[in-house]
């Protein structure tokens, strides 16, 4: 059984148009991050979040951490073509840094 | 900015060879990873690290070793490399204690196969 669980697995969306990516767990987690990973490089972290409702922008990105710290979201708002990617999240239940990691929304943006 | 480096971005060897893969850090980090990441599968963790000469099992470590004899140098070794060994292979380092909050700094990977 997968600890996170993500969704949707795959998006294929027009340039312009909104998304939201989810990420859900039945445990408590101390922090969580999300990451974007591109073909043939390593995933780059883009967000943590630790306190539960926090709501974090970075950009056109949103993220939302849920209440009770077990699940948490990533929208974007008129997604442009360089946010094709493998969007990853990871959950320290510890904060020891040894993540459990979803696997992964992938992301296509067409022009 | 932090700084992961890999030593080999793409390497191919032959089933029964030893292999040797190198990872350093830049930023003095105490805990350092390594996963593998399999279409389907995720990223998994095989071993980590949290001091130098320390070294824990993760949830794969069947058929891999590490060596951290150095704080900033995480090594994986498969003694005797297996076509099931074929993957990507992802280094990553972060900080511990009040200073870590659980985000992972990863290296750019390295891509083995075996034959």
């Known amino acids: 059984t997968q600890l996170l669980e993500q969704s949707p697995q795959f998006l294929s969306i027009q340039e312009g148009e909104n998304l939201t990516v989810y990420c859900n767990s039945s445990?408590?987690?101390?922090?969580l991050q999300w990451y974007r990973q591109e073909p043939g490089e390593g995933p780059v972290l883009l967000v943590t979040v630790v306190t539960g409702g926090e709501v974090k922008k970075l950009k056109r990105l949103t993220f939302q951490f849920g209440d009770a710290r077990k699940d948490s979201s990533l929208h974007i708002t008129a997604a442009q073509p360089g946010d094709t990617g493998l969007y990853l999240c990871?959950?320290?239940?510890?904060?020891?840094?040894?993540?459990?990691f979803g696997d992964g929304t992938t992301l296509t943006v067409k022009p | 900015d932090v700084k992961v480096t890999q030593s080999s971005r793409y390497l191919v060897k032959r089933t029964g060879e030893k292999v040797f893969l190198e990872c350093v850090q830049d930023?003095?980090?105490?805990?350092m990873f390594w996963y593998r990441q399999d279409p389907g599968l995720g990223l998994r963790l095989i071993y980590f690290?949290?001091?130098?000469?320390?070294?824990e099992k993760g949830d794969i470590p069947e058929g891999y070793s590490v060596s951290r004899e150095k704080k900033e140098r995480f090594s994986l070794i498969l003694e005797s490399a297996s076509t099931n060994q074929t993957s990507m292979y992802l280094c990553a380092s972060s900080p511990a204690g009040l200073a870590g909050t659980g985000e992972l700094f990863f290296g750019e990977g390295s891509r083995l196969t075996v034959l």
């Open positions: 445990s408590v987690f101390s922090s």
């Open positions: 990871a959950g320290d239940r510890t904060n020891a840094g040894k993540s459990t």
């Open positions: 930023m003095d980090h105490e805990n």
């Open positions: 690290s949290y001091d130098v000469k320390m070294k």
